[in-house]
């Protein structure tokens, strides 16, 4: 039988004493009961790697998805034409086999085995069969002088059906950079400069604009390695705003100081764009500032 006990009694502080020291002894008892059963828990588990139908590139699902919306394999066999001499592959197909890797950060066409031996790969790009490196780097060999233009064509059919969605855009911004890409081997225009990951390696040294407000690509050049980052970059600028629809009135251009140059300056004001690219302070700039 319980009764009625004041909350500033003693017996109520007796009470609420008690309790504390009950749920604490209680706490400690199942903890104790818990941890002399885990002792024993990590020999009872068994690791196994059975599962046939798993795969680290599951992601590759969402791009694969991203592919047939565009309807890309349409795209690329439609136009790319190119002399096949394999019947085994398509041109669309070998093209596929060697985006897929690229944008899984495979660079090196000898790494490309991994996804040979990989049956969820090829069910999720509904490729036949993964081609071999020999067969891609002959691919390669036939696609490179026509491939260039057709593919540039291509992009820019794709491009332009992009930036029209949802509307047209009016301001644009360039974002113009520059990258080095390290080489093995004998390639052309391979030449050794400053490279930050592979010092003493040859490498490409290509340009490349991007839209700085959708990171779309827009245009890039493929340049040796010991090119200078300015090079080129007036070309690539043309090529860029060649691309731009009418309804672009806003034209911004944004770049580091390998690309501060007096042409380029001049061919930006005369597309009354605005710039801002940063420049060593010269005697004649230290004149003009205030």
Excluded at 99 to 116: C, M, N, S, V, W
Excluded at 129 to 157: E, I, V, W
Excluded at 238 to 256: A, H, N, T, W, Y
Aim: charged share 20%; net charge positive.
């Amino acid at each position: 039988m319980l009764g009625y006990i004041s909350s500033n009694s003693n017996e109520s502080k007796k009470f609420q004493y008690y309790r504390r020291q009950l749920c604490v002894f209680l706490e400690t008892y199942f903890l104790i009961r818990f941890l002399g059963q885990m002792k024993y828990g990590q020999e009872n588990l068994q690791i196994s790697f059975s599962g046939k139908n798993l795969t680290h590139f599951g992601g590759l699902y969402l791009l694969q998805k991203f592919f047939q919306k565009i309807n890309l394999r349409y795209l690329f066999s439609h136009h790319l034409r190119l002399g096949q001499r394999n019947n085994r592959y398509s041109v669309a197909e070998e093209t596929l086999a060697l985006l897929y890797p690229i944008i899984l950060g495979l660079g090196r066409i000898e790494t490309f085995h991994l996804l040979k031996h990989n049956g969820v790969f090829q069910y999720l790009t509904g490729l036949p069969a993964y081609p071999n490196p020999t067969t891609l780097r002959r691919f390669l060999l036939r696609m490179a002088p026509p491939g260039l233009s057709q593919l540039r064509k291509l992009h820019d059919k794709m491009l332009w059906l992009m930036i029209r969605k949802p509307g047209l855009p009016k301001k644009v911004i360039f974002d113009l950079d520059s990258t080095v890409l390290t080489l093995y081997g004998n390639q052309e225009l391979a030449a050794i400069d400053y490279n930050p990951t592979k010092k003493g390696r040859p490498s490409y040294h290509p340009v490349l604009c991007f839209n700085g407000l959708t990171k779309d690509y827009w245009h890039g050049e493929l340049r040796a390695g010991d090119t200078h980052a300015s090079t080129g970059v007036l070309e690539v600028l043309r090529e860029s705003f060649g691309k731009l629809p009418s309804s672009v009135k806003v034209k911004i251009i944004r770049g580091d100081k390998g690309f501060y140059s007096h042409r380029t300056i001049e061919y930006q004001e005369s597309e009354k764009a605005f710039f801002a690219i940063v420049a060593k302070v010269t005697r004649p700039i230290k004149r003009k500032l205030p």
